[in-house]
C-alpha cells in the first residue's frame, strides 16, 4: 500500500489530486474527521475527493491509531438511481485498483478489505448489517438512506429496520452529493447530526455536505446550530491549467423568446411545438444539444412533437430521459447518451447532476437559480468548445404567477424560487454562465417551507412495533417535498390457477421504476384487483384495495395487464399499447428470502439439526470477536450485557411450542435420532411449517425467563439485557401486547378468565423446557426455569414492578445510554446472533 497521499490517489484514478482533494484528505498526515461542507464546482472530481480521501484516513494511512479515529462506515447519499449506480461504478474501479473491495466470500471479518453496498429499491445490498465491525462503503438514494437513518428503511424488512438506524447512526462519515436535488432531505440530515450529538452515539458520526450551490442557511436547524466549515477551491487550485479552463469555460447565456405562462394544459400544445421548432433553430450539426424540462410529460410531449417532425425532415438521433424509466431500459439510455456522435437529449433533472456528459448547446426552461448553476454545468463542461468559439445556453420563462404561491407551472418548485432565478438569470446574461461568472452573483433564495424532523419525532420512531391498520408514522415529508414522493413498482405474470401472486416472489431492481405516490393511487382507483403489496403482519402478498394506504417507499406488483409503461416512454400510467418485457422468477425457498411476518421464524430452520447448546456457543464467540474488534472504549461498558444476552438470548426455543415446530414429523431424517435428545436451537428447512400458537416469538419468552431467573448487579442492568435479548429479532421491542389472530389460553382451573394473559405466543404460566424436554445445558442459565410471568404486559406497575414499556422507555432516555447507542447494542447481538448461525459445531467456543 503507498504510505503517501498523492500516490494512493493517483493509482486509483490515475490522475494527480487537486488541490482541494489533497487538502480534504489532510496530505500523507491524514486529516481529522469533521463535519463540513465542500463547495466545489461541478466536473472537478468531488466524489473522488470524498471516497479516497476516506479511504486513505481509514484505511490505507500507515498509522493504525490514526485509522481508528474515522467512522467504518462512508455513506453516500444521493438524490437519484443514476447517480447510486454511477457512483457505485466509480467506488468499484477505485477498490480494485488497490485490491481493496471484499468480495462476499473471504473471512466474515473481510480480512482488510472494505465492503462495497448498493442501497436502492430492488438491489441486494448484501448481509452488511451483520459485520458492524468491518469497513464498508454503503451508496444509496436519498430514499434508502434516510429512511434507514429515521429506523423506517423503505424496501426493507420492518424487523431490521433498527439494525440500520444504528449502523447509520453510529460509527458512519455521512455525504451528501448533489444536494440542490434533495429538498427536504438536507435539513433532516443537518438535525439528524446535531441530535447524534445531542443525544449521544456508540461511536462517532460526522457529515460531508457536497455542493457548489448549497445554501447553507439550509443547514441551520433547532438542533444543529453551528455552520461546518467551508472546503473551496484555493489559489492553487485555481492555477491549474485543468481547472481553470472549466471554470473559465464559455457559455454564452440569452432568452428564448418563448415563455410558458398560466396552469391550463391548453396552453401547453403550443408551446411544446414553438419549443420543437426552437430547439431545431438552436442545435448545431454534429454536436449534442441538451434540452432539460421541469416536468416528465412535457419531456415525453416534446420528444413526441420532434419524433413528428422527424416524419418530415431529416433530425439528429433524439433520446429521452427521465427518472420514470425501470433501469433494464434506463441502462440502455445511459449508453445512448454517453455514445459519440450527433444527437439531441431530452431530460428532466434527473440529468442535472453527476452525468459526464458536455453539450454544445443547452436549452431550459425556468428552475431555481441552484439547480440552473448544475444545468449549466452539463455544457460546456471541460471547457472543450473554448477554441471552436464556446457554447451557448438558452433559457425558457415560466410564469408562474403569484410568487407566494406553488401553483401546478412552477411544481415541483415554487413560483418565488423561479421569480428569483428569473432576476438572477438576466444579471448573469452580460457576463455568461462560467463557474467563474456565476460565482460573482449573489444568489440568496427564498427558503421554501419544509418540514422538519423534531427530537420528539425521531424519538417517537425508535419504536417499531406495526400499527394494526398497516400504517406507519409518516417519515416522507422528512425525506422527499411533496411532489417528490414516490412509491415503487414491478410486473409480474402470474399463473392462472393462482389468485395472488407467491409470498417468495421479490423484485429484482431492474424492473423497479418509481412513480409519484399521488399519480399511482388514481392509477391504483383504475386498476384495483390486480394490484399486490406486503402485509405488514403477516408478510404475505395481499391485494391491495384501500388506495388511501398509499405511502411513499411501499412496493407494488401489477399485473401486465393493467399496462402502466412504456419501453420508450417510462411510466405511462395508461393501458399499454404495445407489450413490454417483465420479469419471470425461479422460485426460491423462503429461506433464502425470509419474509418479515410477525409469527415466521424462517431464521431457525437451516441446513442441519443444531443443538440449543452448540448454537449458544457459537453466538457467545461471534459476540466476543466482534467487541474484540471494536473500539474498546465504546464496548467497555457494554461488553458484560452483551455477553449475558448472549448467552440467554435463546433460552425460549426451549419451550415446547417451539420444540415441537423443529422437531414434528422429522422422524424420517437420518439425523433426528441424535439431535432429539437435547433441545434444538435450528432444524433442515421445510416448507408450509408453522406454530401452533400464531405470532409464537422464542425471544419474548427468553426475555422473561431472564427477567424471573438471570443473575444481575442492579434492575437497570436486568433491563438491559432482557431488551437486547427480546430485540434480537426485531420484532419484539418497547411493548408487549397480543396480535390479531393470537391463540387465545383456554379457562382452566389453573387459569381462571382474569390470568388468559398472553402475548406473541406466550401465555402466562408456560413452563421452560417443557414437561418429558430434555434439561437446559447452558453454562450460567437454571436447568428448569419458573413459570413464565406476563404481569408485566399490563400498563402501570404490577405487585411494585414496573411495566415492560416503562422499563424500556428508561432505557431508551437514558443520558448514557439513548436510542442511537441502544439500537447499536441490539445490532451488535444481532449481528453476533446471524453469524454465529452460519458456522459448524467445531467452530463453537465457550
Known amino acids: 500500500m503507498p504510505t503517501s497521499f498523492d500516490a494512493f490517489f493517483r493509482i486509483a484514478t490515475s490522475n494527480a489530486p487537486y488541490d482541494y482533494q489533497r487538502r480534504l484528505a489532510g496530505g500523507d498526515a491524514g486529516a481529522a474527521c469533521s463535519s463540513q461542507l465542500i463547495a466545489i464546482p461541478t466536473g472537478l472530481g468531488k466524489t473522488a475527493a470524498v471516497i479516497l480521501a476516506w479511504l486513505w484516513n481509514r484505511v490505507a494511512h500507515p498509522d493504525s491509531t490514526h485509522r481508528d479515529t474515522w467512522p467504518r462506515r462512508l455513506v453516500i447519499c444521493l438524490p437519484m438511481r443514476t447517480l447510486v449506480e454511477q457512483t457505485h461504478g466509480e467506488a468499484a474501479k477505485w477498490l480494485d485498483a488497490h485490491n481493496l473491495r471484499w468480495d462476499g466470500k473471504s473471512a466474515p471479518s473481510h480480512a482488510g478489505k472494505v465492503g462495497l453496498h448498493l442501497l436502492m429499491g430492488g438491489a441486494d445490498s448484501g448481509e452488511w448489517d451483520i459485520y458492524p465491525e468491518a469497513d464498508a462503503i454503503l451508496i444509496g438514494t436519498q430514499d434508502m438512506l434516510l429512511s434507514r437513518a429515521l429506523n423506517r428503511g423503505y424496501g426493507m424488512a420492518r424487523a431490521r429496520w433498527p439494525m440500520h438506524f444504528g449502523l447509520l447512526n453510529n460509527d458512519a462519515l455521512w455525504v451528501l452529493d448533489e444536494t440542490q436535488l434533495m429538498g427536504v432531505g438536507v435539513r433532516t440530515s443537518a438535525q439528524l447530526e446535531g441530535l447524534r450529538h445531542k443525544l449521544g452515539t456508540a461511536l462517532g458520526c460526522a457529515t460531508w455536505w457536497a455542493s457548489a ?37 464559455v457559455k454564452r447565456l440569452a432568452a428564448l423568446p418563448l415563455s410558458l405562462s398560466g396552469d391550463s394544459g391548453k396552453l401547453v400544445a403550443p408551446y411544446i411545438d414553438a419549443l420543437a421548432t426552437a430547439v431545431l433553430e438552436k442545435h448545431q450539426a454534429g454536436t449534442i444539444t441538451l434540452v432539460i424540462l421541469n416536468r416528465v410529460d412535457r419531456a415525453k410531449d416534446l420528444c413526441a412533437a420532434l419524433d413528428k417532425l ?22 440502455a439510455l445511459s449508453a445512448r447518451i454517453k455514445e459519440p456522435g450527433e444527437k439531441i437529449i431530452i431530460a428532466t433533472q ?19 437559480w441552484s439547480s440552473l448553476v448544475q444545468r449549466f454545468g452539463r455544457c460546456n463542461r471541460k471547457g472543450e468548445f473554448n477554441k471552436t468559439g464556446g457554447a451557448d445556453i438558452f433559457w425558457v420563462n415560466l410564469e408562474a404567477g403569484d410568487p407566494s404561491n406553488a401553483t401546478g407551472l412552477a411544481l415541483p418548485y415554487t413560483a418565488g424560487q423561479l421569480a428569483t432565478a428569473r432576476d438572477l438569470l438576466r444579471q448573469a446574461e452580460p457576463t455568461g454562465a462560467s463557474p467563474s461568472s456565476l460565482a460573482a452573483i449573489h444568489a440568496e433564495e427564498p427558503l421554501p417551507e419544509t418540514h422538519l424532523l423534531r427530537r420528539k419525532d425521531l424519538v417517537d420512531l425508535f419504536d417499531t412495533t406495526p400499527d394494526l391498520s398497516g400504517l406507519d408514522l409518516d417519515i416522507a415529508r422528512y425525506i422527499r417535498d411533496d411532489e417528490e414522493r414516490d412509491v415503487q413498482v414491478f410486473w409480474r405474470e402470474l399463473p392462472e390457477d393462482e389468485k395472488a401472486p407467491a409470498d417468495t416472489i421479490v423484485p429484482d431492481r431492474r424492473e423497479l421504476v418509481r412513480v409519484a405516490a399521488h399519480v399511482f393511487k388514481k392509477f391504483a382507483e383504475k386498476n384495483k384487483g390486480s394490484i399486490w403489496h406486503r402485509d405488514p403482519l403477516d408478510g404475505s402478498w395481499e391485494e391491495f384495495r384501500n388506495t388511501y394506504h398509499v405511502a411513499p417507499g411501499q412496493i407494488f406488483l401489477i399485473d401486465p395487464a393493467c399496462g402502466g409503461y412504456s419501453t420508450t416512454l417510462g411510466w405511462t400510467g395508461e393501458k399499454s399499447k404495445d407489450p413490454f418485457p417483465v420479469l419471470t422468477q425461479e422460485t426460491p425457498s423462503p429461506a433464502e428470502h425470509p419474509r418479515d411476518g410477525q409469527g415466521k421464524d424462517d431464521e ?9 447448546t452448540d448454537h449458544t456457543a457459537h453466538v457467545i464467540h461471534a459476540c466476543t470477536e466482534k467487541l474484540d474488534a471494536l473500539s474498546p472504549a465504546a464496548t467497555v461498558p457494554w461488553r458484560s450485557p452483551l455477553l449475558t444476552a448472549a448467552r ?13 415446530f423443529l422437531t414434528e414429523g422429522r422422524e424420517a431424517h437420518p439425523d433426528y435420532a441424535t439431535a432429539r435428545t437435547q433441545l434444538l436451537a435450528k432444524a433442515p428447512w421445510r416448507a408450509g411449517i408453522r406454530f401452533d400458537r400464531a405470532h409464537f416469538r422464542h425471544e419474548l419468552a427468553s426475555a422473561l425467563a431472564w427477567l424471573q431467573a438471570g443473575d444481575a448487579s442492579d434492575e437497570r442492568l436486568r433491563n438491559l439485557v432482557a431488551y437486547l435479548i427480546a430485540t434480537h429479532h426485531g420484532k419484539v421491542r418497547l411493548s ?12 382452566t382451573d389453573s387459569q381462571p378468565e382474569i390470568d388468559r394473559l398472553h402475548a406473541r405466543g406466550v401465555w402466562q404460566g408456560d413452563i421452560i423446557p417443557g414437561e418429558g424436554a430434555p434439561s437446559l445445558a447452558l453454562d450460567g442459565v437454571p436447568a428448569q426455569l419458573p413459570p413464565l410471568d406476563l404481569s408485566l404486559m399490563r400498563l402501570g406497575e404490577t405487585n411494585g414492578a414496573p411495566s415492560w414499556t416503562a422499563r424500556m422507555l428508561a432505557l431508551r432516555d437514558a443520558a448514557d445510554l439513548g436510542l442511537f447507542r441502544l439500537a447499536w447494542l441490539e445490532t451488535l447481538l444481532r449481528a453476533a446472533d446471524a453469524v454465529g448461525s452460519t458456522r459448524p459445531t467445531s467452530a463453537a467456543q465457550p
Open 213 to 249: 450551490t448549497l445554501d447553507s442557511r439550509l443547514l441551520v436547524t433547532p438542533d444543529h446550530l453551528t455552520l461546518p466549515s467551508t472546503l473551496a477551491l484555493d489559489a492553487d487550485d485555481r492555477a491549474s491549467p485543468e481547472v481553470s479552463a472549466r471554470i473559465q469555460s
Open 310 to 331: 422527424a416524419k418530415k425532415q431529416a433530425l439528429p438521433a433524439r433520446v429521452l430521459v427521465h427518472s420514470r424509466f425501470r433501469p433494464m431500459e434506463r441502462e
Open 350 to 368: 434527473a440529468i442535472e447532476a453527476g452525468v459526464d456528459i458536455s453539450a454544445r448547446t443547452l436549452i431550459t426552461e425556468l428552475a431555481p
Open 604 to 612: 431457525s430452520q437451516t441446513g442441519r439439526f443444531e443443538t440449543l
Open 648 to 660: 440467554w438470548h435463546d433460552v425460549g426455543k426451549a419451550h415446547p411450542v417451539f420444540q415441537k
Open 736 to 747: 408487549l401486547r397480543a396480535m390479531p389472530g393470537e391463540t387465545v389460553p383456554p379457562v
